[in-house]
């Protein structure tokens, strides 16, 4: 979460996070009712959804979109 924190805290909007996100190997699917979210530098087998980070919605693409 430490990079998302750092995503919500410099993106600009939700291209410059995808961009940024990509530079932090950091994998983000906006496709389905969930943001997907996946470390490519760990080893890490599944996505993990934005539910799952935060029960408050912190990493929704509605959160994101009203934080940056």
Same mark, same amino acid.
């Given at each position: 979460?430490?990079?998302?924190?750092?995503?919500?805290?410099?993106?600009?909007?939700?291209?410059?996070?995808?961009?940024?996100? #990509? !530079?932090? @190997?950091?994998?983000?699917?906006?496709s389905?009712?969930y943001?997907k +979210?996946? %470390?490519?530098?760990?080893e #890490? !087998?599944? @996505?993990?959804?934005?539910?799952t980070?935060?029960?408050?919605?912190? +990493?929704? %693409?509605?959160?994101?979109?009203?934080?940056?």
């Amino acid at each position: 979460s430490d990079r998302l924190e750092f995503l919500l805290k410099y993106s600009t909007n939700i291209e410059d996070f995808k961009n940024k996100a #990509q !530079k932090l @190997n950091l994998y983000v699917d906006f496709s389905g009712k969930y943001i997907k +979210y996946k %470390l490519l530098d760990r080893e #890490q !087998k599944r @996505n993990t959804r934005d539910s799952t980070l935060s029960q408050k919605g912190r +990493y929704s %693409l509605k959160n994101i979109e009203e934080r940056i």
